[in-house]
């Protein structure tokens, strides 16, 4: 598994800082309000996992899957919701927690379909974010950290369902997808 990696980008320390952070960061935020976190399938649950650990307050968890990729290595246009949350989400201030930012789609059509739904707020938090990819008009309001325009695997994000398992999140070597 390590073999097919081309260099670490986030090693495990960064990313259980970045957990420990954006999790206190979070706890200031939210404090008071009825906080309903939604992880994103699948690619968000380590990240979800530990940060979480971090939010010192009162919350519930949930998760919506949205249509992947399939095994290529771009997102289509074409996104379907494969499990929904509730919906009904009046008095709830919404979390939602993703891996990548990368075109923006996926999340874009997420956030427009819960946006009807009566909560008090809706916010973004990702791990991981690609600006330089950008299509759809969606920020993140948390941010990890940036990355360069590749194509990166591990701590929850795969190729073709694979290296989700990977402690750190790293750059998979070209000729495992150009192959
Ligand atoms: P978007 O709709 O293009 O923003 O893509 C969203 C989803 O594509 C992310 O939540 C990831 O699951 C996946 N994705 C985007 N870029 C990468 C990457 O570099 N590695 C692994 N998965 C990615
Ligand atoms: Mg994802």
Do not use: W
Request: proline letters at 2%; charged letters at 25%; aromatic letters at 8%.
């Amino acid at each position: 598994m390590h073999e097919d990696i081309e260099r670490i980008l986030v090693t495990e320390e960064e990313l259980s800082a970045i957990a420990k952070k954006l999790g206190e960061q979070i706890t200031r935020d939210f404090a008071g309000k009825k906080l309903l976190v939604i992880g994103v399938l699948k690619g968000s649950i380590y990240f979800l996992t530990d940060l979480s650990r971090y939010i010192d307050l009162p919350c519930t968890i949930d998760f919506i899957q949205a249509s992947s990729y399939g095994s290529g290595t771009v997102s289509s246009n074409n996104i379907k919701i494969i499990k929904d949350v509730a919906d009904d989400l009046t008095g709830f201030d919404v979390l939602l927690v993703e891996d990548i930012l990368d075109t923006g789609r996926t999340l874009k059509h997420i956030v427009d379909m819960l946006s009807n739904r009566n909560a008090n707020s809706i916010s973004i938090i990702t791990l991981l974010d690609k600006p330089a990819r950008r299509v759809a008009d969606i920020s993140a309001d948390y941010v990890g950290v940036d990355v360069p325009n590749e194509f990166v695997v591990g701590y929850g994000l795969d190729y073709d369902q694979f290296y989700r398992n990977l402690p750190y999140i790293g750059v998979l070597k070209e000729e495992i997808y150009n192959s």
